[in-house]
């Protein structure tokens, strides 16, 4: 049973819907004890770092626990990859700390542009694979993704980076360090190259 944790900030019927039409079952968790029994836990997130790290506060002690020590697979997805690094712009509240790390806004400040570009980074862009991973199995070259955020992943260890994506300048988008994956991008948005991640998310289970 796969645990989408409802923690307050993210649309958690989409991704339950998502694994439904994929054949998993799933559900949405908004205690820690509900934790206990899963096989694999998606955090997803909408909104400020600050805020969710502060309604995460609940759950933290059972992920660590999940996670860290149980080993069972993760997946962070936009918020919810966010939070898996020390902190961000945003406030001062931590993040899990799981993967070393700090998340800022875009800035284009001295960056040369050939057009201009808002924040958020809003809509689909395609993803540049950077290293082998399970997330990833059975995708292309030039699968795309839809993306709504305005802070992105920065002072990530190489060793961690599994995809990244161009907005003005090349940002982290994909991390892993070895359960634990996480997705800037909205895969329960992005129609079939989303339903690959969902597929290959499954089959770590």
Not at 134 to 146: A, G, Q, S
Request: net charge neutral.
């Amino acid at each position: 049973m796969i645990a989408i944790v409802d923690y307050g900030m993210g649309n958690c019927g989409s991704i339950r819907s998502m694994l439904r039409y994929l054949g998993a079952e799933s559900i949405v968790v908004d205690n820690p004890d509900q934790l206990e029994n899963a096989s694999a836990i998606i955090l997803p997130g909408v909104g400020s770092f600050e805020h969710g790290a502060s309604k995460l506060n609940l759950f933290r002690s059972a992920l660590d626990m999940r996670v860290l020590h149980d080993k069972v697979p993760f997946m962070g997805i936009c918020l919810g990859m966010q939070l898996l690094f020390e902190t961000s712009e945003e406030g001062g509240m931590k993040g899990l700390g799981w993967i070393n790390g700090r998340v800022k806004r875009f800035d284009f400040q001295g960056v040369s542009l050939d057009r201009k570009l808002v924040v958020p980074h809003m809509g689909w862009n395609e993803l540049n694979v950077s290293k082998k991973n399970p997330l990833f199995v059975n995708t292309e070259i030039k699968d795309r993704f839809y993306f709504v955020h305005s802070f992105h992943a920065s002072d990530v260890p190489a060793e961690n980076i599994i995809g990244s994506c161009h907005y003005g300048y090349d940002f982290t988008c994909a991390v892993q360090r070895e359960n634990i994956l996480g997705v800037q991008f909205h895969p329960e948005k992005s129609h079939r190259f989303g339903k690959q991640i969902f597929r290959n998310f499954i089959e770590l289970i």
